[in-house]
């Protein structure tokens, strides 16, 4: 069976976190958003669900956390080259998200990362498979 994968992250302005992931070049599932979600499509089986932090904490046992404050995951997403890292990391940027450390070169792994507007962390990495 093949899989999917619902990323599910608090949003404080539900508006403004679609839009920062608009400028990075993905796209909106309106079969899955309203006024309390985005349904982020970051592949084919990959979704990232923003959510108004009223409807997370609906679904969630414990409390919301302060993302800017703590960190309650890292997410990593893989990327077709270096140049597509640096490229995401840009626009994110631009979009006022921050970067959190330096570009890291491993020789076999490439990596960068940033945080989005509510502080979630974001790992962005490309992989030469025949040198890992």
């Not at 979704?47 to 990593?76: A, W």
């Amino acid at each position: 069976m093949k899989r999917k994968l619902f990323i599910n992250l608090a949003a404080i302005d539900l508006k403004a976190s679609t839009d920062f992931f608009l400028r990075l070049g993905f796209g909106v599932h309106p079969q899955f958003s309203d006024d309390t979600a985005s349904c982020i499509v970051l592949s084919d089986d990959l979704y990232l669900m923003l959510l108004t932090n009223e409807k997370f904490v609906s679904f969630s046992p414990n409390p919301l956390i302060n993302s800017h404050q703590q960190t309650e995951v890292l997410n990593c997403l893989s990327c077709h080259s270096k140049a597509e890292v640096d490229e995401l990391v840009q626009k994110a940027v631009k979009a006022g998200g921050k970067t959190y450390n330096q570009p890291q070169d491993h020789g076999f792994m490439y990596a960068h990362g940033f945080q989005d507007l509510d502080g979630h962390v974001w790992e962005l990495v490309y992989m030469e498979m025949l040198q890992a």
